[in-house]
């Protein structure tokens, strides 16, 4: 379902009016966040919003926000989901919302998107916009707490997959992260291809990898802790 939002543009504040999409498939919660963000008297507009996620991009070329607010907890496809959708051709400020945000997450790859508990919203959404808009990065405390103990759970899990691979295994994947191909490996441990790729087929099982991409992911990972 999608609301169009009519807002009215006050002509003594001379603060340029930020437009934010909203998607969230609480209608309740649009609902409040509409009341809060019209009555705050900010220079923050709703332009439109919806509860249907899967409409995110094409709101986007429509309306053009200069920031899109998303619920992180969503069926069919979440907040994170619907950022790196937008993130594949668009730079958009994102904040993602949520009381139950505990993956863990390469921030990396979510370069343009802050984090704010719902919990938080009376305090903090608007700020959070402004920042957004304006390029900083926000991320509230609990977030923060959650994700880092989810990587740190994350990085043990590793470190013990890790302690199960024999020193050829731990050699070759070294290997591996430096760029080298199994041919190239071969040659520098003084054993045929045949029998490196054997070893990545078992390294990968024992890291519990479905394919290379992935294996290599993880042995970063390794490489970083």
């Known amino acids: 379902m999608l609301m169009l939002v009519k807002t009215e543009l006050t002509t003594n504040n001379k603060q340029k009016k930020i437009s934010v999409l909203l998607i969230d498939d609480e209608a309740h919660w649009l609902e409040e966040a509409d009341d809060y963000i019209r009555f705050s008297k900010s220079n923050v507009r709703i332009v439109a919003q919806s509860d249907d996620p899967y409409k995110t991009q094409e709101l986007i070329k429509r309306f053009k926000p200069d920031v899109l607010v998303v619920d992180y907890c969503m069926p069919g496809l979440n907040g994170l989901e619907v950022a790196q959708r937008v993130q594949e051709s668009s730079t958009l400020p994102t904040v993602i919302l949520s009381a139950k945000l505990c993956e863990m ?4 790859r979510f370069n343009n998107c802050n984090f704010v508990d719902k919990s938080q919203i009376s305090k903090s959404l608007l700020s959070v916009i402004n920042n957004a808009y304006n390029g900083s990065k926000y991320i ?3 977030t923060e707490n959650v994700l880092l103990k989810a990587q740190n759970n994350k990085l043990s899990e590793i470190s013990d997959l890790w302690r199960k691979l024999t020193p050829t295994e731990k050699a070759i994947s070294f290997h591996l992260v430096e760029g080298y191909c199994p041919k190239r490996i071969a040659e520098k441990i003084g054993v045929d291809t045949q029998t490196i790729r054997w ?14 991409y992935q294996l290599l992911r993880i042995l970063h990972k390794v490489k970083e802790y």
Do not use: M, P, Q, R
Not at 105 to 108: C, H, K, L, V
Not at 199 to 212: A, V
């Open 105 to 108: 997450i390469d921030f990396e």
């Open 199 to 212: 070893h990545i087929k078992n390294i990968k099982t024992k890291l519990g990898c479905k394919d290379l």
């Open 140 to 142: 509230s405390d609990h």
